[in-house]
């Protein structure tokens, strides 16, 4: 006969195995179920509704400043926000991960914006409500990311090159090559940037192909080439390296020209150059997204930064160099013949944009550099 | 050369007959005198006990022998040989811990085995050796076990084989029959006996149990506050205590105090502070010289008490008193008697015949032999 | 006297256990169901399509990304941060012991608990301030190569290089491992070393075959926390690496934010983690000090 205790254990030991299996076939059954299910899919009909005399933006950290807010509060009467995000892939994760409904203003850079141009992020803008966009230059107006300006404004641009301390380097450097011709010299003493595209573009290009060269032989050739060179460099990095320019620890280093004038402002012995064998265009754009809650205020906020005045106070306190050919002219002398910021045309004519690249090409550039990094 | 080498024993003092000694040794913990210029000297071959109340310094002179402490002042000799700066892994003796400290990451075997492997011995000897020790404490079925499947009995048997295995001159036991119960210890007791009469090494044992100490040494040093009270035979020390401690220590004893009225070659005559006059034979004081006057401790051990109902003859001890408690104890009766002068006796006497009830009036009689007189 | 049968009152139906048990477990439960189990099954999913990204229709197909991991160079990023992460256990055990062992063993008592709390306060900082901070020392102008100099010495190339990074990481694992050491050999019975000397054997004999052992439990929950943290830490490799410094979760970083936005490839790189996580949890459970690994 079966006591107590025994029952009691049967029906635990049943019951125990029921709760597993249904646990069980509930979680495998939600996983299952939401088989088909659209990876990071960004809801753009769903627009939320926001205050209509405020403003959220989305930018870089250097951007905009005070100033910029409260004379634009001046204009329009309408509260500026801003928010700072660190790189470009953070903005995207951003945004794909549905926080950024709140932005009416995001401030991408060129090559990510045909990318969120395709994914269906960005609404198309309407030139009847832009106010200066003629002042553009040219080059910036045909961009190959976005031609004719259809979701994008673009603030700012600058180029790649080398910054060198011409104290230590009694040669100055005038292109790519000089990293290989003095790597002995140099040892120890140089970064390249974090960026697959930027490093393996400026190989490329010493190597006189294109930029955004899809040939996996050229690109081989550009990965061979590094390698020859990484014994001597630090390490890959987009910023960091000024800190380290000004100690002294480093000689040359490979960045951006919005940086370079920051460093060579502290320290007057650094130069910048831009390689004569070519080097990348870049620009920063604003953009409003579809699910911008204040589309009146993104179109107020783009002709306040398309106008001359604006444009040319911005350059003037934060450094970067300007689309806005209006805005140029009004620049004091002082930052016009400035080569750093805005070199001369023989050398921009040189300098390719960093294009979209098809899938395929960017798993070959990206596995090149994960080699690179890793061995 | 026998000439030269009994003066080499008397210049330098050494006495190869002793296995331990130890000399005026002192021992001071942060301020505290734990052992106080104790002198000791083990014979080969003996089981000595270090007897005392807890906190009398008995463990800690253990450990000075041991090695785990050094002392303050003084000296310790192992066969001869001082131990002054000689650590404990390289002294010749050997401890029986009071929780056994078997590792508990080893098996029985491993954990006997131990001594011999870090000296190095071979495979063979090892085995052999291991064998022998387990079999003689009789746990040779329990050779792959770990501590923690043992009882505490088994344990203690493992830990005297771990020990007793690497042949020491001197094997320390640190109360080794404390945690168990009384059954088993008495059956321990026996065993450690036979151990030692069949292996003949020195032992010394510490411990606070004084029927154990009387039971199994050849010697017994009693310890109290850090110092030896008197150190001899079981005999010696039960009979012919030499100051109250050691009498009421060891067994049970009554005590009267008082003081010699008159000294006699052959008896004293002493005076309680309650007024009974006694008649106790001759006692020397620590000295060794004749006591014959001052204040003095008379003890009288329950056993040599003798009940009486009348008035016995005058030439013994003789006072009356009443029967307060009877207890039985299967073997003997125990009597607790209320004198007339105040004073409570305990009286122990084998199994009786008629047992009287309360408050009857009793004789308590010993002769002069069976009572001491014990210097204050 | 007739009393009442019990079999005529009415019983009272206690609990069952499962239930009891289930809902004292099921606010946890449901959290960790929550973060942590479907994440990992969705997680799964992802890595069965191969080339996905976001947008794409997920529909599991193949394992395709998991071939892509045999790929050498995938191979050679995992075995790197199978390097940085063994090396570091490594050497916070080699320095972690001696240091556990004296606060535990041979420190004046009334200081254990200061000394305890000086080892865990770097842990009171950001991890990431703490990995600048090294560089600030580790530079070629750094505090390290400035003292090197005053003193006549010649200066260390240590930043920017593997030195730099397994500085980094045990740096900032070492309070883990001395803690749980610590607690490890706090609990040693002092009377076994006593045994030990008593035996025969020198200190260092009593240490190889009676503390080690008696403590290994705490080593091996120990090594096994640190190996793991240190398995995941690509910030330390980053900062302080150099040039050759791709770890696995940096992989991982890229593949889900860097260009080609391989979503399916970075998901399944990130379940081989989770499962040599995984395989280190269970070890650490079966081996581990019990008392020690709830640190």
Known sequence: MTSMADLTRLHLSRSRRRFLQTSIAGLSGIALSSCGWTLAKVQTD?????????????????????????????????KVISDVFDSNETMLATFQAGKARTYSIIYPSDYKVSQMVKLGYLSELDHSRLDGLQNILPRFQKSVHDSGNRFSVPVSWGTTGLIYNSEKLTEPPTDWNYLWTHK??????????????????????????SYNSTDPQQIKQAYEKLQELKPAITTFTTDA????????????????????VNVINQNPKLKYVIPTSGTSLWSDTMVIPKTAPNPD??????????????????TERLFFATPNEAAFNQLPDTLKNNVTLFPPQNLLDKAETVAPLDKSILELYEKYWTKLTSS | MAQTATQNQQTTGINVE?????????????????????????????????????GCGKTTTLRLIAGFETPTAGDVLIRGQSMLNVPPYRRPANTVFQNYALFSHLTVWENVAFGLRIKKRGKAEVQERVKEALKLVKMEGFAKRFPSQLSGGQQQRVALARALVNRPTVVLLDEPLGALDLKLRKEMQVELSNLHQELGVTFVLVTHDQEEALSLSDRIAVMVDGKVEQMGSPSQIYDRPQTPFVADFIGDTNLFRGRIEGAHPTMLWVITDKGLKMKVQPANDTNGLPLTSGAVVVSVRPEKVNVGFSPPDDSLNCFEGRLKHVMYLGTHVHYVVQLLSGDQITVRQPNALNVPTGDTPVYLHWGADDCLALPE | MSTKAPSESRPIAPTPQWLQALLLLAPAGVWLALLLVIPTLLIFELSLVPNIKPGDLVNPSGLGNYWRIFQSDVLNVIGRSLLFATGTTLLCLLMGF???????????????????????????TSSLLRSYAWISILRPTGVLNTLLTSLGLPTLDLLNRSPAVFIGMTYSLLPYMVLILYASLEKLDRRFLEAAADLGATPPQAFWKVTVPQTLPGIAAGSLLVFITGLGDFINPELLGGTSSMTAARLIY??????????????????????AVSLAIALLIKYGDKNASSL
């Open chain 1, 46 to 78: 769903q627009v939320r509704q926001g205050a209509s005399d405020e403003l959220h933006v989305y930018t870089w950290s250097n951007y905009v400043d005070q100033e910029l807010i409260d004379a634009f509060r001046s204009q329009t009467g309408i």
């Open chain 1, 184 to 209: 002995d010299k140099l040892t120890r003493r140089l970064t390249l940037m974090d960026d697959v595209r930027e490093v393996i573009g400026a190989v490329l290009r010493s190597l006189g192909y």
């Open chain 1, 241 to 260: 390296w000024r800190d380290q320019l000004l100690a002294g620890d480093l000689s040359i280093a490979m960045g951006y020209s919005a940086d370079a």
């Open chain 1, 297 to 314: 205020a993104a179109y107020a906020w783009l002709s306040f930064m398309l106008q001359p005045e604006v444009a040319a106070r911005v």
């Open chain 2, 18 to 54: 002793f296995d331990v000694e130890l000399r005026k040794v002192f021992k001071v913990f942060n301020g505290e005198i734990v052992v106080r210029g104790i002198d000791l000297s083990i014979r080969r071959g003996e089981f000595f006990s270090i007897l005392g109340p807890s």
């Open chain 3, 98 to 124: 001696p240091v556990a062992y004296w606060i535990a063993l041979l420190s004046p008592k009334r200081w254990r608990n200061l000394l305890l709390l000086a080892f865990v306060l770097p842990l009171w």
């Open chain 3, 254 to 275: 890229n593949q889900f934010l860097g260009a080609t936005q391989n979503w399916g490839f970075g998901s399944a790189l990130s379940m081989v983690l989770i499962l």
